[in-house]
């Protein structure tokens, strides 16, 4: 009993990487007692392969043995003192924020066709006047047109999406009716579900129909 209470693991060092456990991290420990660097850079190495075959998916990753590598530096404080074949990892490194991501913070002028058709109509703007424009833009004419069926559950006229298209380009494209081609996806379905009544007791009603029939006259 005495044995437990001083192995418990309140009483032990904190873990520094729970994916590899607490076992990794006392082997390293015990590997960083050695007094010899050449005897310390193999038995790490071999740690590196023990932990690979003990964590496939591992291998699935690029560059697996090198983030290993990272992870044992990372619990050793980076205090480990052996012979890397990779680059060594610091602190800083680890301790670095990522780079903002830059969202875009740009309002949508049409929600139901997305950010998406915006970068598309602002390619199309840069296009040359010919065939392949055209055809661009009865594309975006019919993904407009699709769109708003699916989550509207209204059909546009070629008159109002040339209206969106001006738009939404700044007035690059200014188009008629008859020179846009719309194709019709005949498989979507509008996106809107009937919205149950807000009075409790009608739907009490309608499940209580619904689970026990109606009711029976004798």
């Not at 494209?173 to 579900?193: C, F, H, W, Y």
Request: aromatic letters at 8%; a positive charge; hydrophobic letters at 35%.
């Amino acid at each position: 009993m005495n044995l437990l209470q001083e192995d418990y693991n309140t009483q032990r060092n904190s873990l520094v990487n729970s994916e590899l456990g607490r076992h990794v991290q006392e082997y390293l420990e015990h590997i960083q007692g050695m007094t010899e660097k050449a005897e310390r850079s193999r038995w790490t190495a071999q740690l590196v392969q023990v932990i690979a075959h003990l964590n496939p998916e591992l291998k699935k990753q690029n560059n697996y043995e090198e983030k290993i590598w990272g992870h044992l530096f990372q619990i050793a404080d980076y205090s480990l003192d052996v012979d890397c074949p990779y680059p060594l990892p610091t602190r800083e490194q680890h301790s670095a924020k990522p780079q903002h991501l830059g969202y875009n913070t740009q309002g949508i002028r049409f929600r139901f066709y997305g950010r998406n058709l915006q970068l598309m109509i602002d390619r199309v703007c840069e296009m040359e006047d010919g065939d392949l424009k055209q055809d661009t833009v009865n594309m975006i004419a019919s993904f407009m047109f699709n769109s708003c069926k699916m989550w509207n559950n209204e059909n546009l006229s070629n008159e109002v999406i040339a209206e969106h298209l001006k738009i939404l380009s700044n007035n690059k494209l200014v188009l008629a009716g008859d020179e846009i081609v719309v194709s019709q996806d005949k498989t979507i379905k509008p996106m809107r579900t009937p919205i149950q009544s807000m009075d409790p007791r009608k739907n009490f009603n309608k499940n209580k129909k619904k689970k026990f029939g109606p009711k029976r006259r004798f």
